[in-house]
């Protein structure tokens, strides 16, 4: 519709041939087209393609934007439509006056420039990075009406590049890899939280580059943290402080929020992992289907554990599912494609879509979800998705 | 406008800079700059190292983490009273009257128990460490002047929302010995997922 909008305007602004004309007919073969641009946008008819911004009316930087991923394919994020969550706002940094200081317990002080971890090696992976609290719609009672990036975008994948965090932790001399690491932004919000030693060591690294190009702004620029296939809030932007420590900072962050209340009262806490899930991208609510239509039910699956092995679909409310097509590569901890090509027979169907991780486990029914978890967990939600499609073709988030 | 390259670019560079571009990316030149720096290299392979490392002087002026057993708390101290005019004059547009919430989350008043069906999750009943209470007014509250608190008037805040929350008596000023030593009623609720136990089935 946007696009239909935009191309009779611009024709009838120009007064130039009738809609009709293509290929190498159409009007645009008859004019010079636009000259060089320094930083490509995209398209003004694809201006639809937005991040859903939900802010605190009090305090506009705190909150989330969501990534559309109803309306993107492949398996990398654009910078510019990644997910969003700060809590207050986006500082506007100097590199030239921020520093990166790692010390603490058996570390010898040490401050980076950004200048200087630009020179160091950098190394580059495909990895998610998916919020904690994404898709905690999901723990509703009745299900939210949206289309699939409104309720379960605050995950984006990225190819990533930076400073292997093991490389300056040896830098410092920090012998003892038992322990905690106490990360922290330099953000209007001071975020800080603590993460095992072990991860750090592993195969965390300090971020630098996205998807080839310096962080953008609200992705942590000019450095972030990088904790493969943990929860988002880990990956701590605006990295400005690293603090070697024998027990966790115990930080608002890791305590009273990100953390899971269960049924009987007790709560999860430090539960790092994102685990297994798969999400129907396409088709999603608003778009009409016809019966007979061929439909390619596609979309991601991702699981912080590693690979995913397999993903089924289901168009009977999971009655019976079949293999879905994996794109390759399939790569660790990074999103993975899936497709099961369909013919709507016009009847009411309920599409869904079930991940397997290389470890076995499997993304578990909503039912099994709130029975093992509650109502009141809101992180970590990451149960099968349902859509239904009714008689009339038209497409809703239903539970099941 | 949108800069473009100069022309003069596209003619290509000239000699002057050619041989300044040599000059700064030659081996010696990075040598040079790395030399400041401890260890430049480990057995066969460089290894970069090229931090700075801090002299006792800057590490006494990095920023303490504050820890739950009270470890980082700063001195001086603050009282409920003083607490209750603060929280009117900084806080309440967002947190409303008596931390009862608005735009802001509720800081204290629901006390519907964690096991229940619609469970409170406030500061009294939730919460596992005072010390985080402190921690986090201090570097985040008010969300317009983060930052813009003394430690004493942190101090004073805690004192009433603990006050507020049923954890602190009306008439003791609260520092960071009565912080640090504070219990609160959810300490041990929490179990901790790591070190990791493979994933939970769900």
């Known amino acids: 519709m946007g696009r239909r909008r935009f191309l009779q305007a611009g024709v009838g602004a120009l007064g130039l041939a009738p809609l009709v004309a293509t290929g190498t007919h159409a009007a645009w073969t008859r004019t010079p087209g636009a000259p060089f641009s320094n930083y490509g946008q995209p398209a003004a008819s694809e201006s639809g393609v937005i991040r859903w911004i939900s802010a605190n009316a009090d305090v506009p930087g705190n909150g989330v934007s969501w990534t559309p991923l109803q309306d993107l394919v492949g398996t990398l994020t654009p910078a510019g439509l990644h997910f969003e969550r700060h809590h207050n706002g986006v500082p506007r940094i100097d590199p030239a006056l921020h520093t990166l200081t790692l010390h603490g317990r058996d570390a010898r002080a040490t401050r980076w420039t950004v200048a200087k971890l630009l020179r160091y090696p950098l190394v580059s992976r495909q990895l998610f990075i998916e919020c904690g609290g994404n898709s905690n719609s999901g723990w509703l009672q009745e299900p939210p009406q949206a289309a699939v990036g409104w309720l379960h975008g605050l995950v984006s994948c990225s190819e990533w590049s930076g400073v292997p965090l093991s490389l300056l932790l040896e830098e410092a001399g920090v012998a003892r890899r038992h322990g905690w690491l106490i990360a922290e932004g330099s953000d209007a919000f001071g975020l800080h939280m603590s993460l095992p030693l072990e991860k750090a060591f592993d195969d965390c690294f300090i971020g630098l580059y996205q998807n080839g190009e310096r962080l953008r702004p609200e992705n942590g620029y000019p450095m972030r943290l990088i904790v493969p296939g943990w929860e988002g809030v880990l990956h701590v932007k605006w990295l400005t402080r690293l603090e070697v420590a024998d027990v966790p900072a115990m930080s608002r962050n890791e305590t009273a929020r990100y953390t899971e209340l269960l049924p009987g009262g007790r709560a999860r806490q430090f539960s790092f992992f994102m685990e297994a899930k798969s999400l129907i991208t396409r088709p999603t609510l608003g778009d009409a289907l016809a019966p007979g239509d061929y439909v390619d039910i596609a979309g991601i699956a991702w699981s912080g554990r590693g690979r995913i092995r397999r993903v089924e679909v289901s168009v009977d409310a999971g009655r019976s599912w079949q293999d879905a097509e994996l794109q390759s590569p399939v790569l660790p901890l990074c999103f993975t494609r899936f497709r099961r090509p369909w013919r709507w027979d016009g009847r009411r169907a309920v599409l869904q879509s079930r991940a397997t991780d290389a470890t076995g486990y499997v993304q578990p029914a909503r039912e099994a979800l709130l029975a093992a978890r509650g109502r009141w967990g809101y992180f970590h939600y990451n149960a099968v998705v349902s859509w239904a499609v009714d008689e009339d073709g038209f497409i809703s988030h239903v539970y099941v | ?202």
């Open chain 2, 1 to 202: 406008m949108a800069p473009v390259v100069p022309a003069s670019c596209l003619r290509g560079p000239s000699p002057w800079l050619v041989a300044l571009l040599v000059l700064l990316v030659s081996p010696g030149h990075l040598r040079l700059a790395g030399a400041v720096s401890t260890e430049a290299t480990k057995g066969e392979t460089p290894v970069p190292a090229l931090g700075e490392r801090l002299d006792p002087e800057a590490i006494a002026r990095l920023p303490q983490t504050i820890f739950p057993d009270g470890r980082g708390l700063p001195s001086g101290s603050g009282t409920v009273q003083q607490g209750a005019l603060l929280y009117s004059r900084l806080c309440v547009q967002c947190h409303g009257p008596d931390g009862r919430g608005g735009s802001a989350p509720e800081l204290a008043g629901g006390r519907s128990p964690l096991a229940g069906d619609y469970p409170d999750q406030n500061i009294g009943n939730w919460w596992p460490y005072a010390t985080t209470l402190f921690d986090f007014i201090r570097r985040a509250m008010p969300m317009f002047a983060p930052g813009s608190l003394s430690d004493a008037e942190c101090y004073a805040l805690t004192a009433w929302l603990l006050e507020r929350n049923g954890l602190w008596p009306q008439d003791m000023p609260l520092d960071a010995a009565g912080l640090g030593a504070l219990h609160m009623p959810n300490r041990d609720g929490f179990d901790s997922q790591w070190p990791d136990r493979g994933p939970a089935h769900p």
